[in-house]
């Protein structure tokens, strides 16, 4: 080893600075170094740390396109499978309208009894049981509409009168929501006695008694008040759950009064009084609408009720009353002990 290469290396391991390269550059932490210790360790770590944050401060811009590239995408893979489910839905809905639409005209065909009592009577006869009581919702429509009003209302209810007295059942319950039935009740009697002329013939109108339960009022069909085909109860949505708060409201100030005995208030008195108030409990409830919507019929009086509508129809026909006696017919009502 010469001479001049063994002084270097004693320079080296003295601390003195050799320049190896006069063409090399040194990093930024060996620059810093040539000062004191304490100074060039502060200054070479102040480096690194501004080093390292210049690269923080350029990758998260990089990461914010990147991220809000993939939200356009997604957002637009989103929208098309939106609009796909909607289509597919649509078009299922639609042809499943046309199907119920193309069912319920064919069954108005099948089940056209004309007017004629005697027609009624023999899809009747086939059934093994019919309901002892009857009820059924109905929905005033828009004055605009066809058969829509009070008026449209009335004929719809005087039909179902005269399908219910000519197949039999003795009890029928008709309810609308705002009581139109009950504020118009003279009118709505001479509407009924005139379907049941077209049906029966003038000479032989069936007796009948409307009864609204909640003013406790009964009008007869003519003066005679005698034995009655079928009694008619109309009922809105004052009979359903405010009933049902009057009721309960006048039991605790009989309590509060010492008049009622807290142990006496059961079950049986509840549905008791109600009854004389609202009237028993129908059998069957129909409901002559596109979907089963109650529209606030009284709630203790559909405990073991059996229910019947047709999917998308929106009138009352003859087809919809029939079809739910046949199903009252055919089902099996467990009453539990």
């Excluded at 009057?246 to 807290?262: N, Q, R």
Aim: glycine share 6%; net charge positive; hydrophobic share 40%.
């Amino acid at each position: 080893m010469s001479s001049e290469k063994i002084a270097e290396n004693a320079r080296l391991l003295g601390g003195e600075d050799v320049d190896v390269s006069n063409n090399r550059v040194p990093p930024p932490e060996a620059s810093v170094l040539k000062g004191p210790s304490r100074l060039k360790a502060l200054q070479a770590v102040a480096h690194s740390v501004a080093f390292d944050e210049d690269q923080n401060i350029k990758t998260p811009k990089n990461n914010a396109f990147w991220n809000q590239e993939m939200g356009r995408i997604q957002y637009f893979i989103c929208k098309i499978l939106l609009v796909g489910m909607y289509l597919v839905f649509g078009s299922f809905r639609y042809l499943q309208y046309e199907y119920n639409a193309m069912k319920l005209r064919v069954w108005n065909v099948i089940y056209n009894p004309s007017n004629t009592p005697q027609l009624i009577r023999q899809d009747v006869t086939k059934l093994d049981k019919i309901p002892h009581r009857l009820a059924a919702i109905l929905e005033m429509k828009s004055a605009g509409s066809v058969g829509g009003g009070a008026k449209g209302l009335m004929n719809d209810g005087s039909e179902v009168v005269c399908w219910t007295v000519s197949a039999g059942i003795k009890h029928l319950i008709l309810y609308d929501f705002d009581g139109i039935l009950k504020k118009n009740v003279l009118e709505f009697r001479e509407e009924i006695r005139a379907k049941l002329s077209k049906y029966f013939g003038p000479s032989n109108v069936p007796k009948f008694a409307l009864r609204i339960p909640h003013k406790n009022k009964v009008y007869f069909s003519n003066d005679d008040s005698d034995k009655v085909s079928l009694e008619i109860s109309l009922l809105s949505n004052r009979d359903g759950r405010q009933t049902i708060v009057d009721l309960t409201k006048t039991m605790a100030e009989l309590t509060k009064s010492k008049e009622l005995k807290a142990e006496d208030i059961t079950m049986r008195l509840m549905d008791k009084e109600l009854t004389q108030l609202v009237g028993p409990e129908p059998d069957l409830l129909l409901y002559f609408g596109p979907s089963l919507d109650l529209q606030g019929f009284p709630p203790w009086h559909l405990r073991l009720t059996e229910f019947h509508w047709e999917q998308d129809n929106n009138q009352v026909a003859y087809s919809i009353f029939i079809r739910g006696l046949h199903k009252y017919s055919n089902c099996k009502i467990n009453v539990g002990k």
